[in-house]
């Protein structure tokens, strides 16, 4: 089935570094994303990675995937307050394939 | 490089009224997509388009809504007759074709009372 779980909500202070999680259920997913909506606005992809890989870098993000639990992890390193938003986790099966979202998780910044 | 574009930004009406939703996706991107975000939860596809064909409508309420992408690019996603659980933001995205990114417009946010 298709279901993408993920903690509703996260508080950090500024300059900490943020983790988020989530577990999916399909292990034929190909692509797993990490995308953020900030008030107001549209979706913004931050990251994916495909299931064949266990970690990706890119400035700040590190996403973390663990085929073997079905589990993904976004880090975010020195987080600001830009970073406050809501961060939804997602897959896919193929390219241009629909994408499945968890229900996000509101990341809180505390000075 | 311009981005989706939708219109309107807001939009309330009565349940048992009718409304349509427009879509200008990114130029050149085949797949348009149009999705609804109930709050507090994620984003669910409604329907799927690759030019001016349908390729994935299975969770589209087909007795209340309807869209259309006739010449392969706009796309306009209509409800007739609204239902109170209808209020949502209705987010269109496009892609590419077989690209990995979906590009999403800022969303058109419905109320149903």
């Known amino acids: 089935g298709e279901d993408v779980e993920q903690s509703l909500f996260l508080s950090v202070r500024e300059g900490d570094s943020s983790v988020i999680n989530c577990t999916y259920t399909?292990?034929?997913?190909?692509?797993l994303y990490w995308y953020k909506q900030e008030p107001g606005a549209g979706l913004q992809l931050l990251t994916y990675i495909f299931s064949n890989m266990d970690m990706k870098q890119d400035q700040r993000l590190t996403v973390l995937l663990n085929k073997k639990d079905k589990h993904l992890s976004l880090r975010i390193a020195d987080t600001q307050t830009g970073d406050s938003a809501i961060y939804f986790c997602?897959?896919?099966?193929?390219?241009?394939?629909?994408?499945?979202f968890g229900k996000g998780t509101r990341l809180h910044i505390l000075p | 490089e311009a981005g989706v574009a939708q219109s309107p930004r807001y939009k309330i009406i009565e349940k048992r009224q009718s409304v349509a939703f427009w879509c200008n996706p990114i130029s050149g991107h085949a797949t348009l997509y149009w999705y609804q975000q109930i709050l507090g939860q994620g984003p669910k596809l409604l329907i799927q388009?690759?030019?001016?064909?349908?390729?994935?409508d299975s969770q589209l309420p087909k007795d209340r809504f309807s869209a259309e992408r006739l010449k392969g690019v706009d796309s306009t996603l209509k409800i007739q007759p609204a239902k109170l659980e209808d209020s949502a933001v209705y987010l269109c995205?496009?892609?590419?074709?077989?690209?990995?990114?979906?590009?999403f417009g800022p969303g058109t946010r419905l109320t149903v009372t």
């Open positions: 997602a897959e896919s099966w193929e390219r241009d394939d629909k994408i499945i």
């Open positions: 388009f690759q030019n001016n064909g349908v390729v994935d």
């Open positions: 995205a496009s892609s590419l074709a077989s690209g990995v990114e979906q590009y």
């Open positions: 399909d292990s034929s997913s190909t692509y």
